[in-house]
């Protein structure tokens, strides 16, 4: 098992870290596993206690991606965060939450969340011109990329990989 930590920095409230495994690492790519022991929460979508995420993570895309599974292994949904200057460690990543989310439903319905949290960030000057551009232009090509994108990323999906856990929050 390999201990590994993932930092994710947010425009509007503390960093945040979170004990991960690492699958795969390589230049300007890595993959965690997380294996959540408590019920979750996005938007109005639960994640169930035993829950696994496989995250993914490149230092050249404005977005990172998790797949999210029950514990029976069975797809929940995929996750697309908008965000920026992802940063591949040996022992750690970090990347800054650009606020807004893609979520994915396991039949291919897309939903855009935190749009309301990104339009207060925006009101407080939390956000620059250059960032709003950016997160426009991700949501943009995520929209229309989403499923080629997910394609690629099922070598690392339960049932694909050994079984190993790590403990911590879900991140």
């Not at 390999?2 to 994710?8: G, T, W």
């Not at 690492?22 to 022991?37: D, I, T």
């Not at 069975?74 to 807004?100: K, M, N, P, Q």
């Not at 949290?117 to 407080?124: D, P, S």
């Amino acid at each position: 098992m390999n201990d590994y930590i993932e930092i994710k920095l947010h425009k509007n409230k503390p960093p945040q870290q979170f004990c991960c495994t690492l699958l795969h690492r390589e230049p300007g790519y890595a993959v965690l596993r997380y294996v959540s022991n408590e019920p979750g929460q996005i938007a109005d979508i639960r994640i169930g206690a035993g829950s696994t995420t496989v995250a993914h993570y490149w230092s050249g895309r404005p977005y990172v991606v998790w797949r999210m599974f029950d514990r029976t292994g069975r797809l929940i949904g995929t996750l697309f965060h908008i965000c920026a200057d992802v940063r591949i460690f040996a022992d750690h990543l970090s990347y800054e939450d650009l606020l807004l989310d893609i979520w994915i439903d396991p039949g291919g319905a897309l939903r855009i969340l935190d749009e309301d949290e990104l339009h207060a960030c925006t009101a407080r000057g939390l956000l620059s011109a250059e960032e709003l551009q950016r997160i426009g232009q991700a949501q943009q090509h995520v929209t229309v990329a989403h499923a080629g994108i997910i394609a690629a990323l099922t070598a690392f999906e339960p049932g694909n990989q050994p079984e190993r856990t790590c403990s911590g929050p879900s991140s």
